[in-house]
Each structure stands twice: as structure tokens, then as C-alpha cells.
């Protein structure tokens, strides 16, 4: 849920709450004040009426006010002084409406009488309702005006930290940008803006660093291990050497060997990665790139005994044509290298998908793990464990996606662009 | 043979003008760029190796210029730049061949001794080796005149064991040579073996001496003796 219909969500639950609970203490406060009004005026009627019952013999006609009603009733003992609500049939309006009675008892002459003033509370009512429903309703119109007026100005003023939000969704690290932005009037999103572009800055940097740091390391190695690699070969040369001083040689050799060819897929990463190969401008046909590649191969998948089934129409993804070649090169030889003895490979390659299928051992690890860099399943000496991590960087900066499936005996991974 | 090697790693330089001294080649050294155009310019020679990185100057300008006045001597660059840009543009320059450092010296001999061969434009072309004979244009293999079948691979293999003759190979640059990028691939060198195996069979048959010793450990060595 977005941060403002949260927001919009707990202003309205808190509204109607205090609308509600506001309507009906207002609604008993003014009904308790006009009930206080009414029991005042029928008190004070009583006041009168007695007064006049001890001292003239008959009541004059205006003592109470118009819509009241006294009546005198002669009863043999006098009771308790009671204040009722009831309904009473009013002749005038013919209906039943709501009056308020003061019931007390008063001594004339040796006879009690019972006293009942009657007061008619329908005005009154009335009034109440208008007064409740008037206030609620400029209530409820100034929370309505509140909140609206409160979501657009949030809209409003929220719209820089969107704007960050989705500066920050579409960064790229590898394009080395800082991230930057206009003014802002709230310091807060000023302070949000500031770190952004401090924060892209700072990794632009380091990533500059880095990636410089890479390409030197690799370029100042590939020398010494020139020399160290001629001077093996030079030494091999000298008869006087013993065997057991030949095997250790030997296996120098293959370490530095091994060494050399680690620097050079690492490089060869690296350059990738930032991007130094600029992308193609047309489609590469991968087709005679899989069928030239499946010939240079076709020693080691005999050896193996590998059945290669291929299928490929003319076409292919727009990038480098050196690229094209690193990828296709890495996804067969990968297949080749983890098949196993009379396995299978299968190559498709159709409109916007090449698919390299092959049989080969389960893998008990997450297959798309295999795309991080020296991660083997198994140990596969002679393997760099560089091969899909070189693939997956070059169908990253190429805009295309590289997958990788198990479906029981079959390792699958598909290129889309 | 005449051999000029343009390199500012004294270390490495020492190592190549060894090898080819054993080859009966002359390897002529130049550390650094002036040197190296003094030398262009005074004297003649059959393949010229090119360091791209000299601390003078880049090795593409000496390319140019080997180009300019002298078109027929043999050019191979060997660079630790690998990048592509670098090797299209060598060459386009007019070089023979482009060689990434590090790499094996019988490697950098078997390609001196292509473009020799391919330059040698009066000479004859063809590889001869006690009684094998190739013809490298036909991709042709004579012993003692009857002409034998290879596979690809087993004939580049040849090319590059008679190439690097009377030496101890090892079982790494073989399988660089013949595989190129694609040589991590082997887990064990059992390809080589079956190669070199398929390969011994098929020149003995013919009446061929075996001329392939496999050094324990290391390699194999092609000589006659």
C-alpha cells in the first residue's frame, strides 16, 4: 500500500471516529441542556401555580404558557412530587407528541389536589435535531474539505521524493552515473537528494577504482608470467636435468599456465563488465558461429561419445560479433564439459531464443549459483569455473537473459533477447 | 634466419633470443622503440616480433613503418593487450600474426616459422623432416612419397611437433596450440595421448621410424635420433 493511501487511510478511520462520538456527546449535552431548560420552567410554573392556588380562588388563564396544560384533580392523600415524560394525544395537531409533566400535590381549603402542568416538547425536539444535524454536517464537511485538501497537498509535496524513488529504481552502476537532482523547497527531500547523489557518487568512484584497479592488475601480470613460462620452457630444454627435477618443473608449468588462463578470462570479465565492448548495431547470425564452434569440437565430443543434435535457423541477438563468439564458445563447451560418457547435446536456435540442452550428473545446488564466479559443482580440475559467469555478464550488458534449468537428467540454458 | 625482437622485458627477451639461437636462427634484440626503427632501417629482416607497449613509443608505429618500406618481412605482434580493437587493428596494419602474452615459445616458433614459410614466396613451401615430407598448401603428407591421411587436428599437430623438433614440448602447449581458448577444456591430457598415439600409428605404418619420445611427466620431443 502506498504511503499516502496509508496515511489517507488511518485520516479517515480517525475522522469518522471523532465524528461520530463529537455527533452523539453533542446531541446528549444539548438534550440535557434544553431537559434542565424545560425542568427549570416547569419549576418555576409550579412556583406560580401554587402561589395562586393558596391565595385566589380561580387561576388566571395566561399562568402558564400556551401549548401547556394544568390540571387539578381533588384526591384524598397527597403523594410524592414526580417529573414524567410521556405521550400525550395533542387535540390541536392530532397525533401523539411527547410532553414533559410536573405531578405535585397541593392543600386548598383542607382538599389536596393533585397538580399536573403538562409541557409540550415537540419545538423543542425539533430544535435539537436541526442544532445536531447542523453542526455535524459543517463538521463532516470540514473533515471531508480536510482530507481531500490534505491528499493533494501530499500528492503535491511528495512528488520530489517519488521522483528520487524512481531515479534510484532505474540506477545503473555499470554506466557510472551520479544521480542528480533539481532543488527542493522541503529540506528533508533536499537532505534525501543530497545523500543520493553523494551515495552514487562515492560508488561511481569506487567503481571507477576498481575497475582500473582490475584491468592494471591483469595487464602488469600477463609479463612476469610471459617470462616465467619462457624461462620453464627454456629449462626444459637442458638435458642435464633429472626427472624428478623435470616432473616438478612440469608442474610449475601447468600452475602458471593455469594462472595465465585465469588472467585472461578474468580480464576478459572484466572488460565486459565495464562494458569496453561496444554493442553491435545489427543481428549476428549465431548459426554458422554454433556450427564452426561444434566443428573445432568435434575431437573432444567424439572422445565423449556425444550425440549433438542442432537445429538452427539464420538469425541472433544484436551485440559485439567477439561477444557472440564468447558466448556460444562458453555454452558449448560447457555442455561438453559436464555431459557425461554417450550424453547428449542439444542446440536450438530459433527467433529471439537459443536454447543449449544437455545431459549430465543432477546438480544438488541451485542451478543459476553456476553463474557466480568459481562456483564448480564438483570438482572439475582443469575447469576455471569462469565459463557461465562470462556468459551471464555478456547477456547482461547485451540486454538479454540467460537461464539456467534442471529437468532430471537435462541441464538447460536459454538465452532470450 | 634473420630475426629482429622488439621487447622491453629484458627477462622474456632473453628467453626468446635463446630459443631461437638453438633454432640456428639470428635474434637480433631491440628494448625500445628509436632503437628498434634504427635497426628496421639498416638491416634486413625475415620476421620482425613487435611488442606493442614500448616505453618510447607503440609498437603499431613501427608496424607502419616495417610496412611502408619494407613489405616483405614477416610481422608478428605480441602484446599482453588482448583486446580485440588492438588485434584487428595489428592486423589490419599489415601484420602476419598477433600473439597474446604470455605464451609458449614453441608456440611463438611454430607461427615464426608459418610466416617465414608463407613469405619464403621464391622457395619452396614445402616442411621436410627425416622421411616425411608436407606440402603446406595441399595440406599434403608424404613418407617416403606415399601420401598418408590426417585428420585436421593430427596435422596441425605434425606441422607443430616438426616445427619445434628436437625439443621438449609440453603437454600444455600442444593442447593450446591445437585447441586454442578451448584448452581448459581438457580435464586430462588423454586427448593429446590419443592424438599423439593415432598419429605414431599412422607414420609408423607407413615405414616411418618413431621419431615421437614422450618425456616422463612432461611431454613428448620429436627428433630422429
Known amino acids: 500500500m502506498k504511503l499516502l493511501e496509508r496515511i489517507l487511510k488511518y485520516q479517515i478511520i480517525t475522522s469518522l471516529c471523532v465524528l461520530t462520538l463529537g455527533a452523539i456527546l453533542f446531541y446528549f449535552s444539548v438534550n440535557y441542556l434544553i431537559n434542565q431548560e424545560v425542568n427549570k420552567e416547569l419549576m418555576h410554573s409550579r412556583t406560580k401555580v401554587s402561589w395562586q392556588l393558596r391565595h385566589i380562588d380561580e387561576l388566571p388563564v395566561y ?61 423543542r425536539r425539533q430544535l435539537l435535531e436541526a442544532v445536531v444535524m447542523t453542526v455535524t454536517f459543517i463538521v463532516a464537511l470540514l473533515l471531508i474539505s480536510l482530507l481531500i485538501l490534505n491528499s493533494w497537498l501530499s500528492r503535491r509535496l511528495w512528488r520530489p521524493f517519488y521522483k528520487t524513488l524512481r531515479a534510484l529504481d532505474s540506477y545503473q552502476l555499470e554506466k557510472h552515473e551520479v544521480l542528480t537532482f533539481s532543488r527542493q523547497h522541503t529540506i528533508e527531500f533536499e537532505q534525501l537528494n543530497q545523500s543520493v547523489t553523494q551515495f552514487t557518487d562515492r560508488l561511481a568512484a569506487t567503481y571507477q577504482n576498481l575497475k582500473e584497479f582490475t584491468e592494471n592488475a591483469s595487464h602488469e601480470i600477463q609479463t612476469p608470467l610471459a617470462v616465467i613460462l619462457s624461462k620453464i620452457e627454456g629449462l626444459f630444454q637442458d638435458e642435464s636435468l633429472k626427472e624428478s627435477q623435470l616432473v616438478a618443473l612440469s608442474e610449475i608449468s601447468e600452475a602458471a599456465n593455469r594462472l595465465a588462463r585465469l588472467n585472461q578470462a578474468l580480464l576478459l570479465l572484466t572488460k565486459i563488465e565495464n562494458r569496453q565492448f561496444l554493442a553491435g548495431t545489427e543481428p549476428i547470425d549465431l548459426a554458422p558461429i554454433i556450427n564452426r564452434k561444434l566443428r573445432d569440437l568435434e575431437d573432444l565430443i567424439e572422445q565423449r561419445g556425444i550425440t549433438v543434435k542442432t537445429s538452427a535457423e539464420a538469425t ?14 562458453n555454452l558449448l563447451t560447457n555442455a561438453i564439459r559436464y555431459n557425461i560418457q554417450g550424453g547428449t547435446i542439444e542446440v536450438t536456435l530459433t527467433a529471439g531464443k537459443l536454447i543449449v540442452r544437455n545431459t549430465g550428473t543432477p546438480i544438488h545446488i541451485d542451478p543459476e549459483l553456476l553463474f557466480e564466479r568459481f ?43 | 634466419m634473420k630475426l629482429l625482437l622488439i621487447e622491453d622485458e629484458k627477462a ?21 622503440y628509436r632503437t628498434a626503427v634504427e635497426k628496421i632501417n639498416i638491416y634486413r629482416y625475415d620476421c620482425v616480433l613487435i611488442d606493442l607497449m614500448l616505453p618510447d613509443g607503440d609498437g603499431l608505429d613501427a608496424v607502419r613503418e616495417l610496412k611502408r618500406n619494407y613489405p616483405e618481412t614477416g610481422i608478428i605482434i605480441i602484446s599482453a593487450k588482448n583486446s580485440l580493437d588492438d588485434r584487428i587493428t595489428g592486423l589490419n596494419l599489415g601484420s602476419d600474426d598477433y600473439l597474446t602474452k604470455p605464451f609458449h615459445l614453441s608456440e611463438l616458433n611454430a607461427r615464426v616459422q608459418a610466416v617465414i ?50 625439443r621438449v614440448l609440453t603437454k600444455e602447449s600442444i593442447a593450446e596450440h591445437l585447441w586454442g581458448d578451448d584448452a581448459d577444456l581438457m580435464d586430462n591430457f588423454d586427448f593429446i595421448y590419443t592424438h599423439i598415439k593415432n598419429l605414431r600409428k599412422k607414420l609408423m605404418d607407413k615405414g616411418c621410424p618413431d621419431y615421437l619420445k614422450s618425456i616422463y611427466g612432461v611431454g613428448y620431443k620429436f627428433s630422429e635420433q
Open chain 1, 316 to 329: 541472433g541477438p544484436v551485440m559485439h560479433p567477439a561477444l557472440a563468439e564468447v558466448l556460444v564458445n
Open chain 1, 63 to 123: 399562568i402558564l404558557q400556551l401549548g401547556d396544560s394544568l390540571q387539578l384533580e381533588p384526591v384524598r392523600s397527597p403523594g410524592h412530587t414526580v417529573l414524567v415524560e410521556r405521550k400525550l394525544f395533542n387535540q390541536f395537531e392530532n397525533e401523539y407528541q411527547p410532553y414533559r409533566q410536573l405531578i405535585f400535590y397541593e392543600r386548598v381549603e383542607g382538599t389536596w389536589y393533585r397538580v399536573t402542568i403538562s409541557k409540550l416538547l415537540a419545538q
Open chain 2, 117 to 166: 614459410r608463407r613469405r619464403n614466396f621464391q622457395g619452396s613451401q614445402q616442411i621436410r623432416f627425416g622421411k616425411i615430407q608436407i606440402e603446406p598448401q595441399e595440406h599434403l603428407v608424404l613418407v617416403d612419397g606415399h601420401e598418408i591421411i590426417l585428420t585436421r587436428k593430427e596435422y596441425d599437430l605434425l606441422v607443430y611437433l616438426i616445427a619445434n623438433k628436437n
Open chain 2, 12 to 32: 622474456l627477451a632473453t628467453s626468446i633470443q635463446n630459443y631461437f639461437q638453438r633454432e640456428n636462427f639470428i635474434c637480433e634484440w631491440a628494448a625500445d
Open chain 1, 375 to 417: 562456483r564448480k559443482e564438483g570438482t572439475h580440475s582443469a575447469s576455471l569455473g569462469l565459463g557461465l559467469a562470462l556468459a551471464k555478464t555478456i547477456c547482461q550488458v547485451n540486454g538479454q537473459t540467460l537461464t539456467y534449468k534442471t529437468d532430471g537428467p537435462w541441464h538447460i540454458l536459454t538465452v532470450d533477447w
